[in-house]
């Protein structure tokens, strides 16, 4: 049944916020925004805002397909499920920044609200989630609001910038983004932003896309690698973690800890996108599964259930894919560069 309504939804919400007949030149003019197809770094951080936008509405639908309501990797246990781990993942987050009833807390670029959610369910407390998509915004309240337990009341959504926060200074007890701020285009005034809103001895933490001490940039195989996953993930660049820690430590926050959970993590981060053995939770990413979702994408887009373009967002959310498991094997890029950084007391 799961399997039906994520097929019917993966038609339906195809583009976004995005009108059917313009999907294919969305598409278009996304991909020229990449190293890829001729675009360039500078472009991507002037355009930042419409090439994420127009990513997010394209992808967002293969997102919840494939993912569910949690768009984000997890340091993974022998014999954890991924479920299991995204769970365990997110409450992590919610520990490190000591989260309970009654705190005020952020969520940087909230996606549809799956963390969120899951972490104002773990620690009782209110969390606010910033999203610059309407799309992503309108489908966090909606899935929001069928929740029970009280859980819709403390569970609020703001669509916005987060480079531009409309939000009070020193109103927030804790902020945390996923895998977020790298869209970003420029990490030390992001991180600022998110620094302004918290109060003295607030902490912020994140869970950071980076490319590790390993990445050479005069390696053309690493370099295809960072610009596949550039396109298919909605980056304008991506930072090395000293590149981000520095950026930390520039916004004005004192460093807690910083940490690489791909160190320590039992099962690789991006076995998901290549699993060794194929289970209910994994056959959409399997070799096999790919291969069909391929065909259905197509066939779906042939006969004009999907818009014209569809066929093209799976093909560079596959090329994403290609390259995250590149970069993963090669240990150029992690997805779960933690850092945890405390607004000093006045």
Request: with cysteine; hydrophobic share 35%.
């Amino acid at each position: 049944m799961q399997h039906q309504r994520s097929h019917t939804h993966l038609v339906t919400a195809a583009g976004g916020a995005i009108d059917r007949d313009d999907v294919a030149k969305q598409t278009s003019d996304y991909e020229k925004y990449h190293t890829t197809h001729g675009g360039s770094e500078e472009s991507r951080k002037q355009m930042y805002a419409d090439m994420v936008n127009k990513y997010y509405n394209l992808a967002t639908s293969f997102y919840e397909y494939g993912w569910g309501e949690s768009f984000h990797f997890a340091h993974r246990w022998n014999g954890e499920t991924l479920n299991e781990s995204i769970r365990r993942h997110e409450h992590y987050l919610a520990l490190k920044l000591g989260l309970s009833k009654g705190m005020k807390c952020m969520d940087l670029g909230c996606g549809v609200g799956g963390p969120l959610r899951e972490i104002a369910s773990f620690s009782g407390a209110s969390v606010t989630g910033v999203n610059n998509n309407q799309y992503q915004v309108e489908r966090a309240r909606q899935l929001t609001a069928g929740k029970r337990n009280g859980l819709a009341d403390r569970c609020e959504f703001v669509k916005a910038d987060f480079m531009k926060l409309p939000l009070e200074d020193e109103s927030f007890d804790a902020a945390y983004a996923i895998e977020a701020t790298c869209h970003a285009p420029d990490a030390v005034a992001c991180y600022k932003q998110i620094y302004d809103k918290l109060k003295p001895g607030a902490l912020f933490a994140n869970y950071e896309w980076c490319l590790t001490s390993k990445y050479d940039p005069e390696n053309p195989v690493h370099a295809k690698s960072k610009a596949e996953i550039e396109i298919g993930n909605g980056l304008p660049v991506i930072r090395t973690t000293a590149e981000c820690l520095e950026a930390m430590k520039k916004a004005g926050f004192e460093i807690v800890e910083e940490e690489d959970l791909v160190d320590t993590a039992e099962v690789t981060w991006y076995e998901p996108l290549a699993p060794q053995m194929i289970s209910l939770s994994s056959f959409r990413t399997s070799t096999l599964g790919k291969l069909i979702t391929r065909n259905m994408v197509w066939a779906l887009e042939t006969l004009k259930i999907a818009p014209s373009g569809t066929v093209r967002v799976s093909n560079f959310l596959e090329t994403a894919a290609d390259g995250l498991v590149d970069g993963g094997k090669m240990g150029i890029f992690t997805p779960m560069y933690l850092m945890v950084g405390r607004k000093p007391l006045k």
